[in-house]
């Protein structure tokens, strides 16, 4: 146990990739400083295409709809 106000414990830690985020916010996205300062490391993994919105798949009842209202023709082209 360390005293109090001594040094902190050394951890094993990986630097941050400071020089990936601000080439992405700068120069990739031209964004000004004060928003990629202000941006959220969440904003920054979507603004790099790491996020992608999740789509739901269809369910049976909207399947059946779109069936209905796209039938196949009855003869081949």
């Excluded at 049976?60 to 209905?68: I, N, P, S």
């Amino acid at each position: 146990m360390n005293a109090p106000g001594g040094p902190a414990p050394e951890t094993a830690l990986s630097a941050f990739p400071w020089d990936a985020v601000l080439t992405l916010g700068l120069s990739t996205l031209r964004w000004r400083p004060r928003d990629l300062w202000a941006a959220t490391p969440r904003e920054l993994a979507s603004a790099a295409g790491l996020i992608r919105p999740r789509t739901l798949a269809l369910g049976r009842a909207d399947l059946d709809r779109l069936l209905a209202a796209h039938p196949d023709p009855e003869e081949p082209r």
